[in-house]
Every structure is written in C-alpha cells, then in structure tokens.
C-alpha cells in the first residue's frame, strides 16, 4: 500500500524546485564503490544508482546528531542526503525521499519514527527490525518499516547505499 501511495504522489504533482548547497562529507569517499556495486551487480537497480550518481554531485549531505549509546565510528561513517523532501532538490511536505550511505563495518544505531518508510537497497548490507531481527535483504531488495517499528541497518566488509521513501502524506 504504501509503494502505491508513494508512485502516486509521486506523479500527481510536482514540488517545486528547492536551494540547497551541495556539501560532500568525508565518508562520501566510499559513494562511488556503492555506486559502482549496485550498476554492475544488480541489472534491476542499476538505471537507479547511474540517476544517484548524476544527482549526487548536488546534494547536501548531512551526518544524524550523535546520540549516548552510539556505536563510536558511526558518526563518521554515515551520511543522508535529502532529494525531495520540504527543504531539499525538490521541496514537497507530503514525503520525503533520500539516500543513506555507511562505510563499511558501521551500524545505523536503532531508532523509529512516525512516518512508514520504504527502502530500495542499493548494496549489500544488513537490516534489522523488532519483528524479523537481522537479516539481509539483497542487492536490489525492498525493507518496509510501519510507524514507529524499531529498525536499524549495517554494513559489512563494503558500504551500504540505500534509497528511501518516508510518507508523511495521509
């Protein structure tokens, strides 16, 4: 259901077209591995990661806030950049869709949200939920978070990359 939802907001309109100053963070160096490992990897996702790679030059990577009990090389072993969301490439307030790269041998510290969450894994990694525990969606898989379902995400001996989806619509 929400894959539907998503594809249809998607294409009933168009947000308009935001300012944001394009920043490469260090661990961004890891970008062009992942890149490369979905394209010759996984014919199903590799049209996706050849747009991130043009897309890429222009976004504005972030690093999440450290928080008390995160792993100590997770902080500069991520970054999340904002494609359409209500201040990113396209400014749209109904969902946000983004990207979420690792260095190897990171984990993505559990946490939840309210919005549900869809991602499309763009290398090889783990995924965790409260429900399924680890396990290992595949280049070119789906992960589907509900609200507020605890999840978390790692890499192993390469950098993870994904792409995802938060519905914040109705």
Not at 44 to 60: Q, T, Y
Not at 112 to 126: F, Q, W
Not at 131 to 146: A, E, N, Q, R
Not at 150 to 164: E, N
């Amino acid at each position: 259901k929400l894959a539907r939802q998503l594809d249809q907001a998607l294409h009933q309109q168009l947000g308009r077209t935001g300012q944001v100053q394009a920043c490469r963070l260090a661990v961004c160096e890891f970008l062009d591995q992942a890149l490369a490992q979905a394209d010759l990897l996984a014919s199903a996702v590799a049209p996706l990661a050849r747009a991130l790679a043009v897309l890429a030059p222009s976004l504005a990577w972030y690093q999440r806030p450290a928080a008390a009990g995160d792993d100590s090389g997770f902080h500069a072993g991520h970054a999340n950049a904002l494609i359409i969301a209500p201040s990113a490439l396209e400014c749209r307030s109904d969902l946000a869709v983004g990207v979420s790269l690792l260095a190897p041998h990171v984990t993505y510290p559990q946490h939840h949200h309210a919005p549900r969450e869809i991602y499309t894994v763009l290398s090889e990694g783990d995924w965790f939920t409260e429900d399924k525990h680890w396990y290992t969606p595949g280049l070119g898989g789906t992960v589907y978070h509900d609200a507020n379902l605890v999840h978390a995400m790692r890499s192993g001996p390469a950098p993870l990359l994904a792409i995802w989806c938060l519905w914040m619509g109705r």
